[in-house]
């Protein structure tokens, strides 16, 4: 199993382009949620979806927009970059039932993306 | 929503007992204490989960007193390969209606040297 992998790795964007960053999971896990990681703030979560087909705000969710169409993918959009959202995007997975997990919840997470805006 | 400070680095010997606290003043009655391990350019990894007083696994232990205001992850006779940011999370498992509610700290950089 792959667990849970992120495309791209790095980008490069300019103040008002859009792109998607690409979440998938190979676990079956019913929830996915997006983070961002700046230096000093620790990991802050963007938005969270509970199962396919939902979507939900986390503590910082302007900016972004996602979406949860098939339950192995979570997408996080950014609609007109700005250099604030420079950053470490991580995306994260977990499910209440996995067997394998040590713990009610643990969140198994991506290798990130790292995406600059100029 | 409950806040966690962390302090911000630490730094420790190979073979010796690292304890690292966490206060979460206004964690609530649903929440869990979670503690990660992130190494550089990597994602953060699980490492101990609990509910109250104290957790054991193969690699750390987790202290949380009665009143659940603060925790303690200690990792038993550390090694270079532990250094790393350990970061504490503080929540319960968001519903769909009720919003994020994953607080993470801000890390806790640790550095062992030998």
């Known amino acids: 199993n792959a667990g849970v992998t992120q495309t791209p790795k790095f980008r490069v964007l300019k103040t008002g382009q859009s792109m998607t960053l690409l979440c998938a999971q190979d676990m079956n896990h019913e929830y996915m949620y997006w983070y961002r990681q700046d230096p000093g703030m620790g990991l802050r979560l963007i938005h969270y979806?509970?199962?396919?087909?939902?979507?939900a705000k986390g503590e910082v969710p302007d900016g972004y927009n996602v979406s949860r169409l098939k339950k192995q993918n979570f997408l996080l959009g950014l609609e007109s970059a700005a250099p604030s959202q420079t950053s470490v995007y991580f995306c994260?997975?977990?499910?209440?039932?996995?067997?394998?997990?040590?713990?009610?919840?643990?969140?198994?997470f991506g290798p990130g993306t790292r995406l600059t805006v100029l | 929503l409950a806040k966690t400070t962390q302090p911000i680095s630490m730094d420790s010997y190979e073979g010796q007992e690292v304890n690292i606290t966490c206060s979460h003043n206004n964690i609530a009655t649903n929440d869990y204490i979670t503690w990660y391990q992130q190494f550089p350019s990597q994602g953060p990894r699980f490492i101990i989960q609990?509910?109250?007083t104290k957790v054991t696994n193969e690699v750390a232990s987790l202290f949380i007193p009665a009143d659940r205001k603060s925790s303690t992850l200690s990792l038993p006779r550390v090694s270079l390969s532990d250094t790393a940011v350990y970061y504490c999370?503080?929540?319960?498992?968001?519903?769909?209606?009720?919003?994020?509610?994953?607080?993470f700290g801000q890390g806790t950089e640790l550095s062992v040297k030998p």
């Open positions: 979806s509970v199962g396919e087909g939902t979507t």
């Open positions: 609990g509910y109250k």
């Open positions: 994260a997975s977990s499910d209440l039932t996995h067997r394998s997990a040590r713990a009610r919840d643990e969140q198994f």
């Open positions: 999370l503080v929540g319960d498992t968001p519903r769909w209606d009720q919003g994020g509610k994953l607080i």
